[in-house]
């Protein structure tokens, strides 16, 4: 089932700051957050493990909430290559064991103006 | 560059046919992802392989099916094509099955006619 994201757009002015919100109703062994510009693939920002592990940009800021199944991804002082759309990924064991399904929300589209 | 190499960038075809999509991951990464992304929608999970064996299964059509080979590289053969099925796909690879960053190839544009 595929995590629910919210805002579904913001814009921010250079600076500003945001919050992007990442919700699933299943029992997750972590969270992905990716960056996609138009017309190009997405990016790794970062992931966060169940268990409170974290690996991702030293800029980057987010939080896992493992019992309400709830990450967030935090942009503080927004620059102009910000923009783009951000996805959260949510990972749960799959079907067949061992490996894993990685399921992206819709997204949030992000632009920073001048 | 990620390093995951798809191939090809582009492809175009009619509706009725089958096309195959190929996908070199990083070295050093045993894990290889499929994802459709239609226009201006979300990435929709296809399969995952690890080193060679399918362990994971999305909404995928019974027309399309992958494999990983032994150099652990990856082919997602789309048959029977339907107009529905113009999209970008994308390969993304990551060292291990779970819990690793994903790293993704810059898509192949498939657009049936």
């Known amino acids: 089932q595929q995590p629910v994201q919210s805002p579904q757009a913001v814009i921010l002015r250079e600076g500003e700051d945001a919050v992007i919100n990442c919700s699933s109703s299943k029992a997750l062994y972590s969270v992905h957050w990716y960056r996609q510009k138009h017309g190009e693939a997405p990016v790794f920002l970062m992931i966060?493990?169940?268990?409170?592990e974290q690996k991702g940009h030293e800029k980057i800021s987010a939080s896992f909430n493992e019992k309400k199944q709830q990450s967030s991804l935090y942009l503080t002082a927004s620059q102009l290559s910000y923009s783009g759309t951000y996805f959260c990924g949510t990972e749960t064991m799959g079907s067949t064991g061992g490996g894993n399904k990685l399921t992206f929300g819709t997204g949030t589209q992000l632009k920073v103006e001048l | 560059d990620s390093g995951v190499t798809q191939t090809p960038k582009h492809l175009i075809t009619a509706t009725g046919q089958r096309v195959t999509l190929r996908c070199s991951p990083r070295?050093?990464?045993?894990?290889v992802y499929w994802y459709q992304q239609s226009l201006d929608q979300g990435l929709q999970f296809l399969i995952q392989?690890?080193?060679?064996?399918?362990?994971a299964k999305g909404n995928i059509l019974e027309r399309f099916s992958a494999q990983q080979f032994p150099d652990l590289h990856s082919e997602l053969n789309l048959s029977s094509l339907e107009l529905g099925d113009s999209a970008l796909y994308f390969c993304a690879s990551s060292v291990v099955g779970v819990g690793s960053p994903l790293h993704f190839g810059n898509g192949t544009r498939l657009t049936v006619t």
């Open positions: 392989y690890y080193n060679g064996e399918e362990r």
């Open positions: 966060l493990l169940k268990g409170g």
């Open positions: 070295s050093g990464d045993l894990s």
